[in-house]
């Protein structure tokens, strides 16, 4: 919950954002409140996907087809 709101928040994600008190952010803190997820069946093991429901009623949807440090091997 806390990386995936913390790069909602900022765009990205650093080390900073797990150095000192950074997980106590209150913006952070309140979005996390909000955040679910789950697992989903795909063929695809290296993949993912993102669905967000915003406040204004719209639904943004993301595939990554290879997500960044996943194993590539088959």
Avoid: W
């Amino acid at each position: 919950h806390y990386c995936l709101s913390k790069v909602l928040l900022d765009g990205r994600l650093t080390i900073a954002a797990f150095e000192g008190d950074a997980h106590n952010d209150p913006k952070v803190r309140a979005l996390m409140r909000k955040v679910e997820f789950s697992a989903y069946a795909d063929e695809n093991p290296n993949g993912a996907k993102l669905r967000v429901h915003a406040s204004d009623g719209r639904v943004l949807d993301i595939a990554i087809e290879k997500a960044l440090g996943a194993s590539y091997a088959q």
